[in-house]
């Protein structure tokens, strides 16, 4: 079983930051990759950014400047620092990685998370 946990999200003001957290457990072999999505209503779920293992870094062009993603040391938990938010990013906020498990190495599969919901007032 994997799961992965967002956690981090709320309510700011335009301009304001937040740091949202995911942590990855369960039977994991390996983690490739992981990011972060958002969905807000009526709208599909776009990238907002992503970190490999050896950490290279890509950001959706809209939030290029303002936001960072990163990871801890044992790459189980990735980070995502938003600054300067604005109210047009409100949105549940998704973590997602790509994997194996235990016992199936060679097979990698996305997996995400339940989300966290952050809500940017004007």
């Known amino acids: 079983q994997v799961q992965l946990v967002e956690s981090g999200g709320g309510l700011v003001q335009a301009g304001g930051s937040l740091r949202l957290s995911c942590v990855a457990s369960g039977d994991i072999f390996d983690i490739r990759s992981m990011g972060w999505y958002r969905q807000a209503p009526g709208k599909q779920r776009e990238l907002v950014a992503t970190i490999t293992n050896d950490g290279t870094t890509a950001y959706a062009n809209s939030v290029k400047g303002r936001f960072t993603v990163s990871r801890d040391n044992a790459k189980t938990t990735v980070y995502l620092q938003m600054n300067s938010l604005n109210p047009e990013e409100s949105a549940v906020y998704y973590c997602?990685?790509?994997?194996?498990?235990?016992?199936?190495?060679?097979?990698?599969?996305?997996?995400w998370g339940q989300g966290t919901q952050v809500t940017v007032s004007s």
């Open positions: 997602n990685a790509l994997l194996s498990k235990i016992g199936d190495w060679y097979n990698y599969d996305t997996y």
